[in-house]
């Protein structure tokens, strides 16, 4: 991994391709979000803004492209006030669409329905939005990234596709991917250099048109499902991998298809688990609060009892919660850190000699964006 | 070029990285620690941090990444040498004054307590209050306008039309127009029908507009029954019901939206707390609006009672354990109670005669639904 000294000498040589390394710890990840969980079960949930930057700081810190790791620069407390102020925003027009509904209504029965598209746009412009909030907070050897376009012209964009997707029954899915994609990624700068995104719907149709045609038969014997599902997901994070480009700077993935059976069904293991123990606790609890009152089952949770059921009601909710927490840390630990992980150790960059001396540009987003997608729930990682 | 040979002998042999902040340029550098840190590239000028402006920013184990706030703000030191970061940890005192501490921790659990008993507080206080407030200042052609969509709505699930045999139709305008006096509610923007369905049912929409249902009429024996459930529908318009209960179950969903947000499975969280406090919301106005039909029964001089015998035998027996705190309407049975307490022998004329009656009970036809 020596590296020499550039100098004012022109480009170097086509280097081999070098790879990605992720020395993330897997314990203190765990930690990490054992504790975020449980904090953000006291504080209600907001704690979220503070867990979210902790998990990604962890994971950008310890991704090092070249023997250099990146860094998130993106702060909770943007988080928190990007939120408020989203929901500042949002009030006046849910109030708005309460109220163009009611004429519509008036108009002819249930007409109103359709306006729930609105909401669809409106949550296309929070992640094209909130991508360029997360991508201003990466910085990689000093320089950040930073995106331009419109989140407007990407949701409008969504939105044609999404109609044409809808009336092929999906079949037009891997076109729509391609053209938001190459949206995004034509926006996106590395200080002064412009990406690009290669690849092309066709590719991917090439690649996963048999887990369309076979998407039926999950349904009927649906254990299929995780399989199908971690089958195309593979092939999607490879298909994105192979078209993404930032300058002269490309990469490459060699991620196998069966790459994700093991994490999808080791979160279906753990959720089973989880639910069996939930059961187990809560017939425990009904058999506590029989046995302690006294009184037969019939008449503890008979009429004219509410009051005798409370401490059930508590008991559950504490369940419930516990279980809610549970499960929150493996999906962070198995489908966050596990997934970035294992995609990250297939990734090839090539000729990232184009980018040993870029310079920096690009102002700084606001997190209004990841408000609006946290307030709209289209939130992503 | 080997002008300081004792320096550049004591430099470690891991490299040290510095990152200027303006271009991605990698440069191997070798630090002097003076009264500042100096950052020294050969060829170049050094770059002076005072020990005081140095930061700690995230790395990857094994390296000490320093950003400094008087330096272009993503300018990055990174030292790979565990002897020298050791030695420059030492001297910056600041390093990690940025970084969230357990304070910092207690702080933020602390605010959500208060934001979250503040949300608590106004969910169970101050929005029934501004409900009860605002829903009798709301204009009347705003009202009219809510109660004219769901009308459309109403009518698209139970049939088209109202029910319109003539006779039937008279017996029932007749009956309403007393309870209507009796409540003592303007006559001005007031409808009521019947609608052709088999569903026992009726109920208020917002501007003046009662409904019954044909299957409650088919259950009903007597005028009495119909007329203490209209009663009861008539003291939802008399409290303006709907409207406190669409402002209301506007803010709490709001609220308790914001206070639970994004936590895994809130949805759940959510549902269920919304369930039970408008559950109780909705059960005080239905418990208003039963104290108001038997106030205009006794007005009219007849018994409520046989109102609260219709709807049981409708809903027979309701109660059980957790139920009964999601229920949005009091159980059946504590209203029949209620209401048999408030039975007295009639003392008023009946409402509506026999013929009256049985053309009431035909007014959308026979075996139609």
Redesign the interface.
């Known amino acids: 991994m020596q590296?020499t000294?550039?100098?004012s000498e022109p480009l170097p040589p086509p280097l081999p391709p070098t790879r990605v390394d992720f020395?993330?710890?897997r314990t203190e990840f765990r930690k990490l979000v054992t504790k975020g969980a449980m904090?953000?079960?006291?504080?209600?949930?907001?704690?979220?803004f503070?867990l979210v930057t902790d998990v990604r700081?962890h994971l950008?810190?310890?991704t090092?492209l070249d023997g250099?790791?990146a860094?998130?620069?993106g702060r909770?407390k943007e988080l928190l006030i990007g939120f408020l102020f989203a929901?500042a925003i949002l009030?006046p027009i849910?109030l708005a669409y309460?109220l163009v509904?009611?004429?519509?209504?008036?108009?002819?029965?249930?007409a109103s329905t359709p306006l729930f598209i609105s909401f669809y746009a409106f949550g296309q412009f929070a992640i094209f939005r909130a991508r360029r909030y997360r991508l201003t907070r990466t910085?990689?050897?000093?320089?950040?990234f930073w995106m331009d376009g419109s989140g407007w012209a990407y949701s409008f964009r969504a939105m044609l596709w999404g109609l044409l997707v809808f009336l092929t029954l999906g079949l037009a899915l891997p076109w729509r991917e391609a053209s938001l994609e190459r949206y995004k990624m034509q926006h996106t700068h590395y200080?002064d250099l412009r990406g690009d995104f290669a690849g092309d719907g066709w590719t991917f149709f090439k690649r996963g048109w048999w887990l369309w045609l076979l998407s039926p038969v999950a349904l009927v014997i649906f254990p299929l499902a995780p399989f199908f599902y971690a089958e195309f997901k593979a092939r999607e994070w490879r298909w994105w991998l192979d078209g993404i480009r930032i300058g002269d700077v490309s990469l490459s993935s060699q991620l196998p298809h069966n790459a994700f059976y093991g994490l999808y069904w080791k979160v279906i293991g753990w959720w089973t688990l989880l639910s069996t123990i939930f059961a187990a606790y809560l017939g425990g609890a009904t058999l506590l609060v029989v046995k302690l009152s006294g009184l037969p089952a019939e008449q503890?949770?008979?009429?004219?009892?509410?009051a005798k059921?409370i401490p059930?009601?508590v008991m559950m909710v504490i369940g419930?919660f516990a279980?809610?927490l549970a499960?929150?840390i493996i999906?962070r630990v198995y489908l966050q850190r596990d997934l970035w992980a294992k995609v990250l150790e297939t990734v090839e960059v090539h000729d990232i000699g184009a980018?040993?001396?870029?310079?920096?540009s690009g102002e700084l987003a606001s997190a209004l964006g990841e408000g609006f997608a946290?307030g709209l729930?289209v939130?992503g990682f | 070029m080997n002008e300081l040979p004792n320096e550049a002998s004591a430099q470690p042999a891991k490299?040290t990285?510095f990152?200027?902040?303006?271009?991605?340029?990698?440069?191997?550098v070798t630090l002097a620690l003076g009264y500042a840190l100096e950052i020294v590239e050969?060829?170049g000028s050094p770059v002076r941090w005072a020990y005081a402006d140095i930061r700690r920013?995230?790395?990857?184990?094994g390296?000490l990444?320093l950003a400094s706030m008087s330096a272009?703000p993503?300018?990055?030191l990174?030292i790979r040498d565990a002897a020298l970061a050791a030695d420059v940890t030492l001297r910056c005192v600041r390093l990690d004054e940025h970084q969230?501490t357990g304070r910092g921790?207690a702080k933020?659990?602390g605010?959500?307590?208060a934001?979250?008993v503040s949300i608590v507080c106004v969910v169970l206080f101050g929005v029934p209050l501004a409900a009860d407030r605002l829903a009798p200042l709301v204009p009347k052609p705003i009202e009219r306008?809510?109660g004219?969509?769901?009308e459309?709505?109403v009518?698209?699930?139970f049939g088209r039309n109202s029910c319109e045999d003539a006779a039937g139709k008279s017996a029932f305008v007749k009956l309403v127009n007393r309870l209507r006096d009796a409540a003592g509610l303007d006559d001005d923007s007031m409808t009521a029908g019947v609608l052709p369905t088999s569903v026992p049912n009726a109920f208020a929409l917002p501007g003046g507009k009662v409904y019954v249902l044909k299957g409650l009429l088919d259950k009903a024996e007597n005028p009495d029954e119909i007329a203490g459930i209209l009663a009861h529908e008539l003291g939802h318009l008399k409290h303006h019901d709907n409207m406190r209960g669409l402002i209301y179950n506007?803010g709490t969903s709001?609220l308790i939206g914001?206070?639970?947000?994004?936590?895994?499975?809130?949805s759940?969280?959510i549902f269920a707390s919304r369930s039970v406090v408008e559950a109780s919301y909705s059960r005080e106005a239905e418990t208003a609006a039963d104290t108001f039909a038997i106030e205009i029964m006794h007005k009219l001089g007849r018994s409520p009672k046989p109102a609260a015998e219709l709807m049981f035998r409708i809903t027979g027996?309701e109660?059980?354990?957790?139920t009964?705190?999601l229920a949005s309407h009091p159980?059946t049975?504590d209203r029949l109670a209620r209401m048999t307490k408030e039975d007295r022998p009639a003392s008023g004329p009946p409402l509506l005669t026999d013929k009256e009656w049985q053309a009431l009970k035909g007014i959308c036809g026979s075996g139609k639904v």
């Open positions: 590296w000294p550039i100098g020395s993330g710890n904090l953000e079960l006291v504080t209600f949930g907001f704690y979220r503070w700081r950008w810190s310890n090092a250099d790791a860094e998130y620069t909770a929901l009030v849910y309460f509904g009611i004429e519509f209504e008036r108009w002819q029965g249930f910085v990689w050897r000093g320089v950040r200080g503890v949770f008979g009429p004219d009892n509410t059921s059930m009601l419930y279980l809610a499960i929150n999906m980018a040993a001396d870029v310079r920096g946290d729930d939130a | 490299p990285i990152f200027d902040g303006v271009s991605s340029r990698r440069r191997q050969e060829g920013a995230d790395s990857p184990p390296i990444r272009p993503l300018a990055r990174e969230t921790v933020i659990v605010w959500s307590v934001a979250a306008r809510i004219d969509a769901s459309v709505q009518k698209t699930i506007g709001f914001l206070l639970f947000g994004d936590v895994t499975g809130s759940a969280v027996k109660g059980g354990g957790l009964s705190i159980l049975e």
